[in-house]
């Protein structure tokens, strides 16, 4: 029999036998439908992840304080500081890739406003912080070289200490004090939203790191340097570098571990991109067995079918079909609902994420790959749980299946 | 097609069942016979092995110029297709599927190199049987004559060597069988070759020569020089027309 005919004839069958159809398809539509929702709150919650970190700055590598250890009894990470201001100086002056140096120090107080009081962080930092984080200023402006110099009693805030202290007036040229000290409010962050971890990043105020080091704080407490490269490609060679010229710093002999710690941007999103995989191969994970579930259901009915069909599979063998011609039949006719099943459940998934996105306030994101997997998936599984029954079918006695009632 | 010395030996547990013992037969184109016997006689083996549904044990079957006994169950499929049309009782047809689909089936499975056109083939053997004018219906639709001569004309598609049939009026009135014993006549007569097996006497009669099997033995054959005229109207009733 040519292929033409065959396809003819599978398509007619299925044609004719709606119901029959639509129930073998609704495992499949389910099952793929499934897959594409699960998939698609996945993939929504990694992009929405990804694209957070990515305001955490571009190109950005950070020093953080290591371990010490004191007697082999490692104290943990930060146990001892051992970040100083000094360590970012010689990073600006001996380092060939970066193009942009700030530490971070950092103190808690009370800040009072106009409007109210509000306890924060204050962050010390150099001119090239909002570089580094990608950061710009929505109002007003950032402080100048000369005024990191002179400690200038200057500050920035972020959106949410702004919307504390000030309400609804404009905080540019107002004046806040923190620790009784007054402090000049010359510019307004722009809003940046929270960290992965729920961290508002806008709960802050920026200041010159010599004025917070002097002024507003007793020590200082470095607890991060930032810095950034110009171009992606240069980090894997600027955090060699930053860690020779840290050691250096530190004095540390060859034999002694270092203690600092460097970690860049791209570290940061895999580790946090990790736990969305996870999350979405286990959903993924659940979809497949609702999907496995469906192909079993194909089976079932195709298995029905070939018993309730045995009749006009006698005729279909008295007037000439091969075993070859009835399987093929039986084959392409499971394949045609799984595909066609898939293509249904693909719609539909791609409605219910929609609908699940806007419903739950949750990113959802649908993309080629799944559907193109999804559709293969449903073949794959229309083929291998069409087989059994159509070899069945296939290798029915034709006096017996035709004298079958 | 020529039979020789054809047994078929069924084993049903430890008993071997002779179904049949040793069967000659010659048929010629363009008869119309009539195998008769009762059931147990081995008339439904002897017509699955003559429609290439299965293997006689032993002896030898040629149909057609062809050795049917020794060919592949492919190859079988293709004989049937392409040498032999059947009738069955419960006519078979696909269900929710036209007359003209249900025709064109066998050209469907036509293996044979060439083009065909399926649904002007299909189309001129429902005309055949007179059913020019329900190409479309449903066998739902169709009156069980007419279904029968569908199966018919499914049987005529592919210009078979022989026509089986298999009881044909078995599921039909009197009437209608006349009509349907008409139509097998009015074919043979334009020389197709038809072989029907029958338990009724009286439809036996229609045929030109008629063979009866016993235990698997044929035990009659006979060539009848006057067949019976299927003539439809004296079936009718008469209301006094001829009086």
Redesign the interface.
């Known amino acids: 029999m040519r292929a033409s005919n065959l396809i003819k004839v599978a398509g007619k069958s299925i044609v004719k036998n709606k119901m029959r159809t639509l129930l073998t398809m609704l495992g499949i539509i389910i099952g793929v439908g499934a897959v594409i929702v699960m998939v698609a709150v996945g993939d929504g919650a990694k992009s929405q992840i990804e694209r957070q970190i990515q305001n955490l700055g571009t190109n950005m590598l950070v020093i953080t304080p290591g371990s010490s250890s004191a007697g082999g009894v490692s104290r943990g990470a930060g146990s001892f500081n051992r970040l100083k201001l000094e360590d970012a100086e010689k990073l600006r002056n001996e380092s060939m890739y970066l193009s942009a140096i700030s530490p971070v120090v950092t103190t808690f107080t009370q800040a009072v406003g106009p409007q109210g009081n509000w306890r924060t962080r204050i962050n010390g930092v150099d001119v090239d912080y909002p570089l580094i984080r990608d950061w710009p200023v929505s109002s007003g402006s950032f402080f100048t070289a000369a005024d990191v110099r002179q400690r200038k009693k200057v500050a920035i805030i972020g959106a949410t200490v702004a919307e504390e202290l000030f309400e609804d007036d404009d905080p540019v040229g107002q004046t806040i004090r923190v620790r009784n000290v007054p402090i000049q409010i010359i510019g307004v962050l722009a809003a940046k939203g929270q960290t992965a971890e729920g961290t508002d990043q806008d709960d802050v105020i920026l200041a010159p790191h010599t004025t917070v080091g002097t002024r507003l704080s007793r020590w200082n407490f470095v607890s991060q340097i930032l810095a950034s490269t110009s171009s992606p490609g240069d980090i894997p060679a600027a955090q060699e570098e930053m860690k020779v010229i840290m050691r250096e710093s530190h004095g540390l002999a060859a034999w002694e571990a270092d203690d600092f710690e460097i970690k860049n941007q791209a570290e940061l999103t895999e580790a946090a991109a990790g736990t969305t995989e996870v999350m979405t191969l286990l959903l993924a994970a659940i979809a497949g067995i609702s999907l496995l579930v469906g192909g079993i259901g194909i089976m079932n009915i195709m298995l029905v079918s070939v018993t309730e069909r045995t009749r006009e599979i006698g005729i279909r063998m008295a007037i000439g079909a091969r075993g070859t011609d009835v399987l093929t039949q039986f084959l392409i006719e499971s394949i045609v609902m799984s595909i066609l099943g898939g293509a249904v459940g693909v719609g539909l998934g791609f409605a219910g994420a929609q609908i699940l996105g806007n419903v739950m306030g949750w990113q959802t994101l649908v993309n080629t790959d799944t559907v193109m997997v999804a559709i293969v998936f449903s073949a794959a599984v229309g083929i291998f749980f069409g087989f059994y029954p159509a070899r069945k079918a296939a290798s029915l006695n034709p006096i017996e299946a035709l004298r079958y009632e | 097609m020529q039979v020789r010395g054809l047994r078929k030996t069924y084993t049903m547990g430890t008993n071997k069942v002779h179904a049949l013992a040793g069967v000659d037969l010659d048929v010629r184109p363009g008869e119309l016979i009539a195998i008769m016997g009762a059931s147990g006689s081995g008339k439904s083996t002897m017509m ?1 092995i003559i ?1 290439c ?2 293997y006689p044990t032993e002896g030898s079957y040629t149909l057609d110029g062809i050795r049917a006994d020794t060919l592949s ?2 190859e079988l ?2 004989i ?3 040498k032999i049309g ?1 009738v ?1 009782q419960g006519f ?3 269900p ?2 036209t007359a003209l ?1 249900n025709v064109e ?2 050209l ?4 044979s190199p060439g083009k065909k056109k399926t649904k002007e083939l299909a189309k001129e053997a429902l005309s055949m049987v007179g059913l020019g004018d329900r190409v479309d219906h449903v066998p739902s639709e169709l009156s069980g004559g007419q279904q029968q001569r569908v199966a018919i004309a ?1 049987a005529l598609v ?1 210009k078979p060597a022989i026509v089986l049939a298999d009881e044909p009026t078995g599921n039909l009135d009197s009437k209608t069988s006349v009509e349907v014993m008409d139509l097998f006549q009015t074919l043979n007569d334009k020389g197709i070759t038809v072989l029907l097996v029958t338990h009724e006497h009286d439809v036996a009669e229609y045929a030109k020569r008629i063979i009866e099997l016993k235990d698997g033995k044929i035990i009659r054959d006979q060539v009848q020089e006057q067949r019976r005229a299927a003539d439809v109207a004296a079936t009718m009733p008469t209301d006094g027309v001829l009086a």
């Open positions: 699955n429609g549904l299965d169950k492919n499929a293709d049937r297709n392409q059947f069955f078979n047809l696909l929710r599927t689909e089936l066998p469907l499975y036509d293996r499914r592919t």
